[in-house]
């Protein structure tokens, strides 16, 4: 037996055909497996009978010969199969991986039996029959590859002069059914290798193409309620802005590759989108910031008498802003939005609406600002709030003090019983108190932060310039110059007729000031002519009496005083 299955025979053979010497082997297997049990046998009796136990050891050399020949054999046989398989099987379903890993194996194991038992032919034919296979291995890789479309296919077609089109119904062709057409695995491989190439880029495009709508998924604008508007504002754009910036950069890359052109309509109605989102979004952000600025504006009456027509643009846009608004909170997901190109339209109608308000609002404040100049000081936003509420000239009194150096507030008085001058049935309202009647108001003084005061020669009605704030500001500023040039001469002609520290508690601030600075001027220019004169000691006589300290002269004024 040992003679039958190691150096005779069809196991000897290297030309026999290998899975009917698997088969022979595997039968020999057997027989020697019965031999196995039928030794055990023969040695328990030996032992029984205290003879000399035999090692069989021929048993165990054909044992040892029939493992490694059936591995041999097995391995050739299976190697064979998987190469029929491979040529003969519909090549659209050969995965190349498992080829090239089966091929690995095949390798180490005839290295390791071929290490085993260098003059086995068997060993010879295994490596023999790999490396014919290996030589059309490379264009089975390209053929094989999962992501070959019709459109490659035509190619290959076109390289032995066929069409598809005529083949394109036997999706099962094989390898060998190829080169049986014409295809050479040596002269095409270079060509199709080239279309495989081509292939694995572009559906790199589409893969990407794909990856980019899959991430776009549950990505949804968020929306909030906005004060007391009863509408919404979108917030919270920024992983939209930086999921769509990183998408249009790479939208445009892969419009730029040379690969596009099977997806050239695809990536380009994708860009669209991308870019309509962005231009929607760019316009509904700067629709919406200005909207919530003028939003307010407009909720005012006044500002709407005043400027009627930029009244109504905003209605318009406000109409259009909350009917997206109420759109988006309905449905919110960013693609869908996209589409919408109607939505995009009404935005850039919102927006040329509100340029047109803003510079209408601009023109109107600058007008405002021509005839009260001291409105520069303020800014659009102080302005609209006092014209927004020209029914309370008591609004004005928190930006005074930017219109007036050093007025802190003016003094409205209630003309509840007639009266004129500041007694009787009149009430004085002061930080910003409310009147029974804004009618019946007039300003009748002004005060300082200090709480020094100084009342009107001429007051001022508001309600006699109507809803034109800047009107009656003009007369009060008309009036505080003409009560300060009031006070002013008064306490100049006061000034000889009572002691330095009496006079200068009678007066205001500023009168005090310049009427001791007028006439300080004047004593020192006098003295300078005496001393000129010859009148020795004028002029340290007046320096003497002008630095002469008396505790007296120290003094706070009273405030709130009437003059």
Known sequence: MYGTTHDSGVVADPSSDAAATVRELETKRREIDALKQRAGTCRAHQKTFALREDDFSNLAMTDAACVAKTETWR?????????AGWFDGPIKEIAFEDVADAL??????????????????????????????????PILQELSNRVLRDRHWEKIFALVGKEYADHAAAASFSLRWLLGLGLDADANAHEVSKISAVANKEHALEKALRKMRDDWDGVAFKVFPYKDTGTHVVGGVDDVQQLLDDHLVKTASMRASSFIKPFEL?????EETLKTLQEMLDNWLSCQSAWQYLEPIFSSEDIM????????????????????????AAKPHALDIAKDKQRLDDLAEANTLLDAIQKGLAAYLEVKRVAFPRFFFLSNDEMLEILSETKDPTRVQPHLQKCFEGIHEVEFKSRGGGGGGGAGGDDLLRDGAAASSVDGLEIVGMCSVEGERV???????????????????????????????????????????????EWATRWPGQAVLVVSAAHWTHACADALRREGAAERGAVAACAAECTKVRSANVFHPPFGFNM
């Open 104 to 137: 690995e194996r095949v390798d180490a194991a005839a290295l390791r039996m071929g290490k085993a038992n260098r003059d086995d032919r068997v060993v010879f034919r295994i490596t023999d029959t790999a490396s014919a296979f290996k030589t059309t291995s």
């Open 455 to 501: 009342e009107f020669v001429t007051n001022v009605r508001p309600a006699a310039a109507g809803a034109q704030v800047e009107k009656w500001l003009v007369r009060v500023e008309f009036s505080m110059l003409e009560a300060t040039k009031s006070q002013c001469s008064r306490a100049n002609v006061d000034y000889p007729t009572r002691i330095r520290t």
């Open 305 to 328: 008498k005043q400027m009627p027509e930029e009244g109504s643009k905003f209605n318009t846009v406000d109409q259009i802003f909350r009917e997206i608004q109420d759109a988006t």
């Open 266 to 270: 695809v990536a380009s109605s994708w």
């Open 75 to 83: 391995t050739l046989a299976e190697l064979e199969a998987s190469v």
